[in-house]
């Protein structure tokens, strides 16, 4: 499975942004999905997770209430929309399975997130 993340950008403090992960592939619909950030010097953490079917979405504290993670199962295509953003969200954005999932796709090349004060 290739995962393509695009939709990043620099936007200033209190901005918005929508992110996609389009995936290839046809297991997407089966996994749960997950979007992750690395900062600079900093491990890759994971920012939001949601079901295979959609209906349940799980958030890291440092971004619930300002980001929204959605999917397209028909177009096996998984979404981060942010809004409020901060210039510490500032970050390499990753889609991949969820952080509990026992697997990993190969990660992908991310899309850049800079957002200045």
């Known amino acids: 499975v290739q995962l393509q993340a695009s939709g990043g950008g620099l936007v200033q403090a209190g901005g918005s942004l929508r992110l996609s992960c389009a995936t290839s592939?046809?297991?997407?619909?089966?996994?749960?999905m997950g979007w992750y950030r690395q900062a600079p010097g900093k491990q890759r953490e994971s920012v939001a997770s949601?079901?295979?079917?959609?209906?349940?979405?799980d958030y890291a504290d440092s971004v619930k209430g300002r980001f929204t993670i959605s999917r397209d199962n028909a177009k096996d295509t998984v979404y981060l929309q942010m809004t409020s953003l901060k210039p510490e969200d500032t970050a390499v954005y990753y889609c991949?399975?969820?952080?509990?999932?026992?697997?990993?796709?190969?990660w992908g090349q991310g899309t850049q997130v800079t957002v200045s004060s």
């Open positions: 592939g046809n297991t997407f619909s089966r996994n749960v």
């Open positions: 949601i079901s295979s079917g959609g209906s349940s979405t």
């Open positions: 991949n399975t969820g952080p509990t999932s026992y697997y990993r796709w190969s």
